[in-house]
């Protein structure tokens, strides 16, 4: 089929840029320039309706049947009218389009001529785009493959548009039905579905949900007409517009705060209008805080309730007390990867670029995808509160037909012991309820090891227990911010929020160091953990120590260094846990991992200790963050904590390690008089060669394989046979050098016993210095709380 010329002497022939090769690729981040954009290009109402044909646009010519394929000579009654057609069977065939080219009349500039193509028609032209601070653009993917599919309409003296000329073929696959409100030129967020989004987003419900509710509402995914990432960029602007000038305040808080100090970190993120996208900001308190608790971190943004439907994202982690601590804050106006990616990256900058070993997130793609990027190494899970509230949307109808499904859910989730435990019930419970095809259950299962607690116990998430805890997610200004909170406001509330805290870990503090918990058993090792371990970890210790009296261990294998024991409450013996142990290293392992997810040693290894005698806790099972000196500035690494508990800690392993021995050589010696009699005289020997190292502060000399004791017998025994002035002078020469380096060496012990007396004291009196600090800030808190009085 032939064109018309390009060329006319009354006319002025006009080429969209992008139809020559510009970038087409569509920034579903950025979306600045909807004006090639065929549907979203047009301002009017409701462009895309649910049955597929663009509506709106301007009537066809009557008798012209929306459903035809374009023809040459096919009449509109206007150039809208003719581009709605060609987009309304564009969406019918799978394909996006866009304005190509326009012709204009010399006399009067009016558009005479249009020209609407293939959105893959030509090839890009490459070129750098740089941002503001000179880096290149991420690159975008290509999709110009020089499609040669074109419809051009001319007008005519009547003012109707006629069909001048059409290709139909395309030279790349098409797009099937259910993908084709993906295309650039079908997404169009409509009038209702806006209304729907701002009621939604007023209502704290984040992009997932409310996508989630547009497709319950329309049908189908593919009969909204746009997608996940277009609701987005629309909350976006809306925030933007809703802000107005409101953002300057906190802007100009977070100044102040810093010129008051320095270290109070904080960063804007602005689009590409230089308009505010995000904050975040990071005071000192925070920052000094996750030196000593940053090894889990929560990042929550369930704080969509206020009045600019703006998600507040503090990052908060958990103190010595249990306590919710705060790590930082941010305000999203943009929720996309990008902006998620820049949030992340300048946080961990702003904590020095210490990664926490977990965190803890909603259950939120575009989040995970966010913390992929910046948090590789960490482990990363998905609130389980979030997801079971996810499923009283999802399941709704399940829920009110069948009243237990939930209770069910909630057991086969949380009361499985094993992986293999919650397969199988999982299996189960899906089956029963013939909910196999569920779409979102499928989905929440893929996602199985980011929320279920049997696949991350081996983590540490810093709970006070496996089973007994809150579902939620730590909300630290819970009670201060609500659907009314404005910015203003929260200014004010943001620092009543953080001087209520400081005031609770003071008092926390204060009945750890000033108040001495009630003991249950004669256990030393209760005694021990009261000193060590702040109050509330200390009561969640106590309950595991006080279960062991009514847990038996039995020994099922013992290897060259670890001994199995199967571990179970009197009468339960089918649910047993396995406890593998070190007990010369004073190590041990339990399947229900506790330990390696709460920090705290569970019942089953201390049913071990109590069995084996261990009386004390050794100090690697005492993590420093769960202490009363948690936060002390001798503290701070783990050599310091093992000096606290080191001389005691050596003296019960060396007791329970000559005792286990000891007690393995008696029960084999008493099998037979005979192995009786042996045993008797390898003790006796054993005697002598102790008795002749503790003589020597504590050094056994061995010569050949012979303790000292031992040559000098030897020598008395061959004397005749060797002459004796020569081996006067060897034998004067050797005691000489043998009593010099005696001499030395009880020197050198004399002298770490001294040091380690002096470690000790000081240590001591660095502890009473930090206990003094401590209860002179409570009593400073308590004087400025009877001022407010």
């Known amino acids: 089929m032939e064109f018309e010329p390009l060329t006319m002497s009354n006319e002025v022939i006009e080429f969209d840029m992008i139809g020559l090769g510009g970038d087409a690729g569509f920034d579903i981040e950025n979306p600045i320039d909807y004006d090639d954009d065929i549907v979203n290009g047009y301002d009017g109402p409701d462009a895309v309706g649910t049955s597929g044909v663009v509506a709106a646009m301007g009537p066809c010519i009557p008798g012209v049947d929306t459903n035809l394929e374009p023809y040459q000579g096919m009449e509109f009654e206007s150039e809208e009218a003719a581009k709605a057609f060609y987009n309304s069977y564009a969406r019918r065939v799978g394909f996006s389009t866009r304005v190509s080219m326009s012709r204009r009349s010399r006399r009067d500039g009016a558009i005479i001529q249009r020209s609407f193509v293939c959105a893959k028609e030509g090839f890009r032209v490459e070129k750098e785009k740089h941002s503001l601070e000179g880096r290149v653009k991420r690159a975008r993917a290509e999709s110009r493959v020089g499609c040669k599919a074109i419809l051009v309409v001319k007008i005519q003296d009547s003012g109707s548009w006629i069909v001048s000329s059409f290709v139909k073929e395309h030279n790349h696959e098409l797009v099937p039905p259910d993908k084709v409100h993906c295309l650039r030129s079908h997404r169009h967020v409509s009038g209702p579905a806006k209304s729907l989004i701002d009621t939604l987003q007023g209502a704290g419900i984040g992009p997932s949900g409310i996508m989630s509710a547009l497709i319950k509402e329309y049908g189908g995914i593919s009969n909204i007409g746009f997608t996940e990432r277009d609701c987005r960029n629309y909350m976006r602007s809306s925030r933007q517009r809703t802000l107005g000038g409101d953002t300057q305040i906190l802007l100009d808080y977070l100044n102040s705060k810093q010129e008051e100090n320095p270290s109070f970190f904080f960063a804007v993120q602005c689009d590409e209008d230089n308009c505010t996208s995000n904050v975040l900001w990071v005071d000192p308190k925070a920052r000094t805080n996750y030196t000593y608790f940053g090894d889990t971190v929560t990042f929550d943004t369930t704080y969509r309730s206020n009045r600019y439907r703006l998600p507040f994202a503090p990052f908060t982690g958990v103190n010595h007390h249990g306590q919710p601590v705060l790590f930082g804050c941010a305000f999203l106006i943009n929720e996309s990867e990008t902006s998620f990616i820049w949030l992340f990256k300048t946080w961990l900058e702003a904590m020095s670029g210490r990664s926490p070993v977990s965190i803890t997130t909603d259950h939120d793609r575009v989040i995970r995808s966010a913390i992929d990027h910046v948090f590789p190494d960490a482990r990363h899970r998905f609130c389980k509160w979030h997801i079971f509230k996810e499923c009283q949307e999802k399941l709704s109808h399940v829920l009110f037909e069948h009243p237990y499904f939930e209770a069910d859910l909630h057991n086969c989730v949380n009361l499985t012991e094993s992986v293999e435990e919650f397969e199988s019930c999982w299996s189960s419970l899906i089956d029963c309820y013939h909910l196999r095809e569920h779409e979102w259950l499928q989905a929440i299962y893929g996602d199985r090891r980011q929320w279920v607690p049997v696949y991350l116990r081996d983590t540490f998430f810093a709970e006070m227990s496996i089973t007994q805890r809150s579902d939620s997610i730590n909300s630290y200004f819970d009670g201060y911010i609500n659907a009314s909170t404005t910015l203003q406001l929260f200014v004010k509330q943001y620092e009543k929020a953080l001087e209520s805290r400081y005031e609770k870990e003071v008092k926390a503090d204060y009945d750890s160091i000033n108040t001495a918990p009630v003991l249950k058993t004669p256990s030393p090792m209760e005694k021990q953990a009261a000193g060590v371990y702040t109050r509330r970890l200390f009561i969640k210790f106590q309950e595991e120590l006080v279960e062991t009296l ?78 009363r000196n948690a936060k002390s500035g001798v503290m701070l690494d783990d050599h310091t904590t093992d000096l606290l508990n080191g001389a005691l800690d050596s003296l019960t392993i060396r007791y329970n390690n000559l005792r286990h021995e000891a007690l393995k050589f008696v029960d084999k010696g008493v099998s037979s008089l005979k192995v009786y009699d042996v045993a008797m005289s390898a003790l006796q020997e054993a005697a002598k060669k102790v008795a002749h190292a503790t003589k020597n502060g504590g050094r056994l000399v061995i010569s050949n394989g012979t303790c000292k004791e031992d040559i000098h017998h030897s020598n008395e025994a061959t004397t005749s046979h060797s002459d004796p002035q020569f081996d006067s002078q060897q034998s004067s020469s050797k005691d000489d050098q043998d009593r010099t380096i005696e001499k030395l060496s009880r020197q050198l012990d004399r002298a770490r016993r001294k040091c380690e007396v002096y470690r000790s004291n000081l240590l001591s009196i660095l502890k009473d210095i930090e206990e003094q600090k401590l209860e002179l800030s409570v009593k400073v808190q308590n004087i400025k709380l009877g001022m407010k009085d």
Not at 587 to 606: D, Y
Request: with cysteine.
């Open 550 to 627: 009514t847990f038996l261990a039995n020994k099922v294998d013992e290897e060259e260094m670890i001994t199995t024991y199967r571990v179970a409450k009197y009468g339960e013996i089918h649910r047993a846990n396995v406890v593998k142990y070190n007990f010369f290293e004073a190590k041990a392992t339990c399947s229900c991992q506790m330990f390696e997810f709460c920090g705290l040693v569970c019942r089953h290894i201390l049913t071990v200790f109590r069995v084996t005698n261990l009386l004390t806790l050794p100090s690697h099972y005492i993590l420093k963050r769960w202490t």
